[in-house]
């Protein structure tokens, strides 16, 4: 199979066409928008993800149905924008014309004060509400748990929120009423070539497919694979790293496929949060919570569960939860494929099980048997965009009063996401009661020497790590209120 | 001559819910923010080289990387400073712009590069070989006072009463400590500055500052040059919070620096971490307090030492640590009373002005104590406060010496108590933790006064620049900066009422040196209270001469010229506005004036430790409720109410986004923000990934803010009104005392839990651990 080859990446920016044949792999979507294109509403405020005042809506295609997700410039790379329609605040308001009802609505409620973290959360309600034009509360918090503001305390910013549908009708919304013809649009600049541009420090490369990829990877074994840059990202605004050459593959469709089976489901590496999260509610409900706190909106519809994994991070949100569901997932390189258990593939810090030229290709997450009850805490200093202090997962199977097995996982307590062993092996064969649990918490000393740093002492991982057994032990037992309730009515 | 009916009002007024000047522009991405100028062809880009040592000696330092690096124009060190090589505010000459030969804190600034572009200077600094011969350091501050390390500016005591004879006579005595955590400004806009180089020795600044004037003398003295030639221009901050007032200057004398060595435009942004560890933040204390009170818990003595962690300048420290012993009583009569301060240096970024300067940490010791006597005493800390509220014969007098005259704290508690529902709210928490041993609440309720004035008295006067065009249309400039609590258009709804005109004829423009000279920062809450006054003094001229024209050309007493809708009425004649102006044009009127406002009866005597430093009081109270899970520490804000004073509100829009925002900002420094310094002296929570500011889902579940409708400020401020900036930024202390009660639960409520700030889950739950352990203990 001979692979064609095109050297420019093609993406719709706001109502135009752009080619671009000399980009650098490291030039991010905020630089090129600010710097290149002079399109200033867009702000700088953190360069790393977290604050959302750069955020910007991207419209891509799976199955020729096209979205538009927020996302942050900061991080995003343009040379992964390949055929996707960049949508940025410049372009919800004619200068001469009527505000956009969502900017309206934040003028009518005095929801800005310095401006300056504003437009990010414009573009984030813009598209909360193109999905959801009338959002609970809950809902609009967690659309905005990755923007920050600093002056009003977010009460306003909430109203806002809620008065966009008062104030317009998203049925008229132009990328509503746009949408098939831009979805044609961008269908058109996907002609299934291999994308390759510049040479040597500055090269990347977006393969034609997933067959192209794991060849192209294979003859490139040192290029950065990037998937949704969440942390890549920062390698380059935080570290200033090289990363070239690199290999784009949040394009491939093949891999942002999803399937279910009797089972259970596998997640393509390229498949973001967002996109798996509807399966998550509804085939590992126990995870629900989790996936709602990972990074914010615009983290979770970049980043991907198979990006998680393979940086090996001993802090990453999913790898904990994914190895007491007791998930695989399937690496390959070249045309050869094995499968690994999730937790073998975590070695020791910064190591994975891994060779060069081997990537992720997909992510196993078996059901539990309905013996089973599974739960996910993740604990942190800040509930929501907050990276994990202590985050374990359980999955413990019973058979009349006793625990017939245990698989209980830890991120934040060592060097990689690791199984509590000795705390299992005391919980295993045991009657499930508070002598149980009490001997099974003293274990964890044996497991577990965690480290003080800025999230959390030793000495608090510790205790709270004993204390989610405590609390997965209490909820069997269901005694008055033992999670705090995030649901009380909020009245703005 | 038209003969026209009164149109009804104007748009606009004071009083009213007018939209931030610049809404429909933050919203579209217009409001111009300084990375958003047009940059000149030839713009060049600075960037600063950090220290990477808490405290060393620099034995050398290699630029050779540094300048091949791709796009370098040159490397900018102390030698490059034309002027003196010094930025200090309290002109103490102890903070360089580039240190020579010794670093005191990681982070600090030692030279800059000059490159084509922000990226290729970025790289380019982290190419530097610097060899550093390292010293002992200390970041802690009572590890400094245990190693003796220096203070970085004269301390205060204040004193009043007789303090051992009040501990003679008090049939309680506690002692107590209390650590106090500091606060990251975190605006959105970063540090910036840009430098635009002009004839002979001009420059122009455009620099995201509140203090536009001290930028002006320091860009002016680093350069060596009259402060005339150097002009300072700021349109807008994307916040500034306190964080720059002084913590500005270094990138504008740095771009300016630049800007004329190489005659070029040329721009200073750091990068959000670098910011973070290279400008200065809020203080953390640490206070130690001994209390002397009754059994009912009347206090009879106060002595307490404050203790700041300054950093390695003295910046502002002074004021700041005055400013938290002005607040150590908050609401409270002490009637015998001791407090000192203790501004320490340490191996750190200098700490800085930030939302309340000070008044904030000395309030939250404040309420520590009334905490420690509530528990000891075994009844609700609402009760005590309310039992030590200042009022009454002989219990009005400051430990500084000022009367509180104004009082209104009572009637503000009174009915937050009654919205709140706080006494039966209070007992279902009771009960609820009774029942519940994994989830326990807790319920708070707490008062706020707050002293408005800069306690460096010559700060309290401000200008104005007035303009009226020939076409009726109004320019305003004041020397206030806009940092997005509403002041432009709070000053501009002053002027459009003084002339009686729409607001949208008038344009409040970029506050720069050049029109209104010798301004003070924008800080300490003065903003509309000084710059309102000062614009209505100019529109009084215009509107003086105006008068005074209009009796003389249509022969009627001057009483019967008056500025009414859009209209002016004279005798029994009605004119626009805009044909009146361009008839007194006609007479030769002159149509612009410079206004001038200076606060009056206020004074300070800091040696004696007397005075009336404080023009008046706001006040506020707030009551929060929160859970907290037992478990992990974790918690959340249920529901808070707010009650708060504005006096009669300029804009009752921008005062309840003003309270809002404080008290989540508040509640964030009292909670989830935390600065974290490693064993090597370096900040490791310096970006948003680590550093935890309130998110949406922060904000409490239920959130009620009320002004004070009925307040009327008594003395005479801009039509009546009050200060809101800092005030209500210590309502945030209700949801730390609210996880307090939370905490005491798990021992009936018979120990002080002594919570420190802030209040991070870790804390929360190593409270909870340390009162389990000694309820256990005692049984």
Request: hydrophobic share 40%.
């Amino acid at each position: 199979m001979t692979i064609q080859i095109r050297n420019t990446i093609r993406f719709l920016l706001n109502h135009r066409l752009v080619e671009l044949a000399d980009v650098s792999p490291v030039e991010t979507l905020l630089d090129f928008l600010r710097i290149d294109r002079n399109l200033k509403g867009t702000k700088e405020g953190c360069a790393e993800g977290d604050c959302g005042a750069c955020t910007v809506l991207v419209g891509r295609l799976l199955d020729d149905k096209l979205k538009y997700e927020s996302v942050n410039a900061c991080i995003r790379f343009v040379g992964s924008l390949d055929g996707c329609h960049i949508v940025t605040v410049d372009s919800l308001a004619q200068p001469s014309g009527p505000l956009h009802p969502v900017q309206q609505a934040m003028v009518n409620t005095h929801a800005s004060q310095c401006g300056f973290c504003t437009p990010g959360f414009v573009m984030s309600l813009y598209g909360l509400w193109m999905e959801n034009p009338k959002p609970s509360i809950s809902e609009i918090e967690k659309a905005l748990q990755g923007n920050l503001c600093r002056c009003t305390g977010y009460a306003a910013i909430i109203r806002a929120a809620e008065a966009i549908s008062t104030i317009g009708d998203v049925g008229k919304d132009p990328l509503v009423v746009e949408r098939e013809r831009i979805a044609g649009e961008l269908a058109s600049l996907q002609d299934g070539r291999r994308v390759e541009i510049g040479s040597e420090t500055e090269r990347f490369i977006l393969p034609g497919s997933v067959d192209d990829f794991a060849a192209v990877f294979e003859a490139n074994p040192k290029a950065t694979i990037v998937a949704g840059s969440t942390d890549v990202g920062l390698w380059v605004t935080k570290f200033m790293r090289d990363i070239s050459p690199v290999i784009h593959l949040t394009h491939l469709e093949e891999l942002r496929r999803i399937t279910v089976d009797a089972d259970g489901v596998t997640l393509g590496a390229g498949v973001s949060y967002a996109e798996a999260y509807p399966i998550i509610v509804e085939h590992f409900p126990e995870l629900t919570e989790l996936w709602d706190r990972i990074g914010g909106q615009q983290v979770r519809n970049m980043g991907t569960v198979g990006g998680n994994i393979a940086n090996g991070s001993p802090i990453g949100d999913t790898p904990p939860a994914l190895i007491a569901l007791g998930a695989s997932i399937t690496l390959r390189k070249g045309d050869r494929r094995r499968t690994v258990v999730l937790e073998d593939f975590f070695i020791a810090y910064g190591k994975q099980d891994r060779e060069p030229g081997e990537f992720v290709e997909s992510v196993r997450i078996p059901f539990v048997s309905d013996n089973a009850r599974v739960a996910v805490y993740k604990v942190t200093k800040r509930l929501d965009e907050d990276i994990t202090a202590v985050c374990g997962g359980f999955t413990i199977t019973f058979d009349a009063g006793r625990v017939t097995d245990a698989v209980i996982a830890f991120g934040g307590m060592a060097a990689t996401p690791k199984r509590a062993a000795n705390v299992e092996a005391a919980l295993k064969g045991a009657e499930w009661n508070e002598d149980t649990i009490e001997r099974a918490v003293a274990a964890f000393d044996q497991d577990f020497t965690p480290l003080t740093d800025w999230r959390a002492s030793a000495e608090y991982r510790q205790l709270v790590a004993k204390n989610l057994l405590r609390r997965f032990y209490l909820e069997t037992q269901s005694s008055g209120q033992i999670r705090l309730d995030r649901t009380i009515a909020v009245a703005v | 001559m038209n003969v026209m009916q009164p149109i009804g009002r104007i748009r606009g007024a004071v009083h009213e819910n007018e939209r931030h000047e610049s809404g429909h522009k933050h919203v579209s991405g217009t409001a111009e923010y300084i990375d958003d100028i047009p940059e000149p062809q030839g713009t060049l880009h600075g960037y600063l080289g950090l220290s990477q040592r808490a405290h060393a000696d620099i034995l050398s330092i290699d630029f050779e990387a540094v300048s091949s690096s791709e796009g370098v124009i040159g490397v900018l060190t102390a030698a490059d400073i034309p002027g003196e090589n010094d930025i200090s505010p309290a002109h103490k000459h102890d903070e360089p712009i580039f240190v020579t030969d010794k670093v005191e804190f990681h982070g600090q600034p030692i030279f800059a590069v000059v490159a084509t572009s922000r990226e290729a200077a970025r790289r380019a600094a982290a190419k530097v070989k610097i060899e550093y011969r390292d010293l002992p350091h200390v970041t802690d501050v009572l590890e400094a006072a245990a190693a003796n390390y220096p203070l970085v500016i004269d301390p205060l005591k204040l004193e009043r009463g007789d303090i051992e004879a009040g501990f003679a006579k008090s049939k309680n005595i506690l002692q107590g400590e209390m650590r106090i955590g500091g606060q990251d400004h975190f605006y959105l806009e970063g540090q910036i500055s840009f430098a635009i180089p002009g004839e002979d020795d001009e420059v122009l600044v455009y620099s995201s500052t509140q203090h536009p004037a001290e930028t002006q003398h320091m860009v002016a003295t680093v350069l060596g040059v009259p402060s005339n030639a150097v002009t300072v221009n700021v349109r807008r901050m994307g916040g500034g919070f306190g964080g720059k007032e002084t913590q500005a200057n270094i990138f504008a004398a740095v771009a300016a620096v630049a800007a004329k060595k190489y005659r070029c435009p040329v721009k200073v942004r750091p990068d959000r971490d670098d910011d973070m560890c290279a400008t200065g933040k809020r203080h953390d204390f640490h206070v130690d307090y001994k209390l002397g009170f009754d059994d009912e818990g009347r206090i009879e003595a106060v002595d307490a030492v404050f203790s700041a962690r300054c950093g390695y300048s003295a910046d502002l420290s002074g004021p700041v640590t005055d400013r938290a012993l002005f607040h150590a009583d908050n609401c409270y009569f002490y009637p015998n009373v001791r407090l000192r301060s203790r501004p320490l240096k340490t191996n750190t970024v200098s700490n800085t002005a930030f939302r309340g300067f000070g008044g904030p940490q000395g309030m939250v010791g404040g309420e520590r104590m009334i905490e420690e006597i509530a528990y000891a005493v075994g009844k609700d800390p609402l009760e005590i406060r309310k039992l030590n509220f200042y009022g009454g014969e002989g219990r009005n007098l400051t430990p500084y010496h000022q009367t509180v005259e104004d009082n209104i704290i009572g009637r503000i508690i009174e009915e937050l108590e009654t919205s709140a529902d706080y006494a039966k709210r209070r007992e279902a928490v009771i009960a609820f933790n009774r029942e519940n041993h994994v989830v326990k609440r807790g319920i708070a309720l707490t008062p706020v006064k707050f002293g408005i004035s800069f306690t460096k008295t010559e700060y309290n006067q401000a200008g104005a620049l007035v303009h009226v065009y020939t076409d009726g249309s109004i320019h305003l400039n004041h020397g206030g900066t806009e940092m997005g609590q509403g002041l432009y258009t709070k000053v501009a709804q002053v002027v459009a009422d003084e002339f009686q005109v729409d607001l949208d004829r008038v344009k409040v423009t970029a506050t720069t040196t050049g029109k209104v000279p010798n301004t003070s920062a924008t800080a300490a809450s003065s903003g509309s209270d000084l710059n309102g006054m000062a614009a209505a003094n100019a529109a009084q001229q215009i509107k003086a001469r105006l008068t005074k024209f209009a009796a003389e050309r249509w022969n009627v007493a001057e009483t019967d010229v008056v500025f009414e809708p859009n209209t002016v009425r004279i005798g029994a004649e009605r004119l626009s506005f805009n044909e009146f102006i361009k008839i007194a044009y006609g007479a030769r009127i002159q149509l612009s004036a410079a206004g001038f406002y200076k606060t009056p009866k206020i004074h300070w005597n800091r040696s004696e430790g007397r005075g009336r430093p404080f023009f008046y009081y706001a006040y506020g109270a707030s009551c929060s409720e929160v859970s907290v899970d037992t478990l992990t520490g974790e918690y959340q804000v249920d529901r808070t109410d707010i009650l708060h004073d504005v006096g009669r509100s300029l804009n009752p829009a921008l005062d309840h986004g003003q309270v809002e925002g404080a008290f989540v900002q508040g509640m964030g420094w009292l909670t989830t923000e935390e600065l974290w310094w490693d064993a090597k002296g370096r900040l490791r929570t310096h970006a948003p990934s680590t550093y935890k500011i309130p998110l949406a889902s922060d904000r409490p579940r239920v959130f009620n803010t009320r002004l004070a409708e009925w307040s009327v400020n008594r003395e005479e401020t801009i039509r009546r009104s009050k200060a809101v900036g800092e005030p209500p930024f210590m309502l945030g202390i209700s949801v730390l005392e609210a996880l307090s009660m939370a905490a005491a639960s798990v021992a009936e409520y018979r120990i002080a839990p002594q919570l420190d700030a802030p209040a991070t889950p870790e804390r929360v739950l190593m409270a909870i651990e340390r009162l389990r352990a000694a309820a256990r203990q005692k049984g």
